[in-house]
């Protein structure tokens, strides 16, 4: 409860409780800060969600689920303006980068079922795994190519497929 509470509070001595769980009872620490960010997820409270999902990382059984939703709740409270000089220093693009490299988290599935991430959220990760590495190509393609057979006649399936013709060229 006194985690909880300084978590919300934003109290220094969260981190002295913290680590009191995490030494006494590591697996309970990990299952209460998964469920609190997890709810608060679902309501779309992401800053909040962030606060208990952040602190999972220092745990050293992360799962990757988890990891899923911090870098989701992470996309949502930023701008996805694909202009954007400082896109790939987006922590939430290098947590889900990390996933799709290193892991068999079906991550491109995953992406695509995500009821929180609107086509625009999509638009900007398949733009930007698009300019990545080649191996994060292939996941911006594919997530570029939802997008225009999904939504074919609006704005972003346009911009989908136009990328889609650049990266063919």
């Known amino acids: 409860k006194r985690l909880t509470k300084a978590v919300e509070d934003t109290d220094r001595i969260q981190r ?8 006494v009872d590591a697996d309970f620490a990990y299952s209460q800060l998964a469920s609190f960010g997890s709810r608060l997820k679902k309501a779309k409270k992401y800053r909040e969600a962030i606060r208990y999902l952040s602190l999972l990382q220092e745990l ?12 989701v709740s992470q996309l949502k409270i ?25 892991s068999n ?6 992406l695509k079922k995500e009821k929180s991430l609107e086509p625009e959220d999509l638009f900007y990760l398949g733009f930007t795994f698009a300019e990545g590495s ?3 190509r292939t996941l911006g393609r594919g997530l570029l190519e939802f997008l225009a057979r999904r939504h074919p006649r609006t704005k972003i399936g346009r911009n989908a497929k136009n990328k889609l013709k650049l990266l063919a060229a």
């Open 16 to 23: 002295s409780y913290f680590h009191f769980l995490k030494s």
């Open 60 to 71: 050293p059984a992360l799962k990757v689920e988890d990891k899923f939703m911090l870098a």
């Open 78 to 102: 930023r701008s996805q303006a694909v202009q954007s000089a400082g896109r790939r220093q987006n922590p939430a693009m290098e947590l889900l980068s990390d996933l799709f490299r290193s």
């Open 105 to 110: 988290f079906p991550l491109l599935e995953t």
């Open 134 to 136: 080649a191996e994060e």
